[in-house]
């Protein structure tokens, strides 16, 4: 066994999405390739109902699955297929937009205002189902404890984490995450604590290993083929080439972005 180094650790970065939604960019819209087949990861919690309540009205989706996962309060949502529903605590939704769908998700917090959850996106291959067969993993390991997490060596993985403290061992060595607003690479001898919000990219091996500091680490672990297609991309749509997204644009102004047999109004 082969435990997987760390390839690179950074800090999620606040950004505004929707119609004013706060959250934090863990990675996105920017070099996809480390990340294949992932294409973003958003961190939206958020304990103030005034920075999450104008949600995310409806918008286009193609190309991808979007993955979330809510931790506390509820995401109303709504598609032009019809479908309807609320994505509550421990919920995850994976949602495929295929050639096209107009979508909404529209965030309500819990009875103390807490609305904290997390959508990741996943790019869609020419075929039936998810190409990259992703792996979607809510870590919690106790204080003081070590844990060993098999990876496939042909995977790309990933963790986040978004609770507590820990190492990620670096093959000959544990490499710490780093604390929010300095970077591992500011230290000779790496931070001894884990803040949230770190993103760890892991580089080839077959087993991730961890030792949970005092308050023990919860973290995303998340894993994909890599698809190695090119990628265009522009907000909420991905496609394969410049020309293909030109043209799907051109089809949402024309109005013809739905294909056949799907309502051609969310409403």
Request: hydrophobic share 40%; glycine share 12%; aromatic share 10%.
């Amino acid at each position: 066994m082969s435990i997987r180094p760390v390839k690179k650790l950074t800090m999620a970065k606040p950004t505004l999405e929707g119609a004013g939604v706060h959250l934090r960019r863990a990675f996105g819209f920017g070099q996809t390739s480390d990340y294949d087949p992932f294409l973003l990861l958003d961190d939206f919690r958020n304990d103030v109902p005034a920075d999450y309540l104008a949600g995310f009205p409806w918008h286009p989706h193609r190309g991808i699955e979007t993955i979330t996962y809510v931790l506390a309060g509820t995401v109303e949502h709504g598609d032009s297929l019809g479908n309807r529903g609320a994505i509550g605590a421990g919920d995850v939704q994976w949602m495929t937009a295929g050639s096209g769908i107009i979508h909404q998700e529209m965030p309500k917090g819990d009875p103390t205002g807490r609305m904290h959850g997390f959508q990741l996106w996943a790019n869609l291959g020419p075929v039936e189902g998810i190409a990259a067969d992703p792996t979607y993993v809510d870590v919690s390991i106790p204080p003081g404890k070590r844990k060993t997490l098999p990876i496939e060596t042909t995977r790309d993985a990933f963790a986040y984490v978004f609770a507590g403290s820990g190492k990620f061992c670096n093959a000959s060595e544990p490499l710490a995450v780093p604390t929010e607003g300095t970077g591992w690479w500011q230290h000779t001898t790496p931070a001894a604590e884990v803040d949230n919000r770190s993103l760890i990219l892991f580089d080839r091996g077959d087993e991730v290993v961890v030792q949970a500091g005092e308050n023990g680490i919860r973290f995303l672990l998340v894993s994909g083929q890599p698809l190695r297609e090119p990628v265009a991309w522009y907000g909420p749509i991905v496609m394969n080439t410049q020309a293909e997204l030109r043209e799907a644009f051109d089809e949402l102004d024309r109005g013809t972005f739905l294909r056949d047999g799907m309502p051609r109004s969310p409403a």
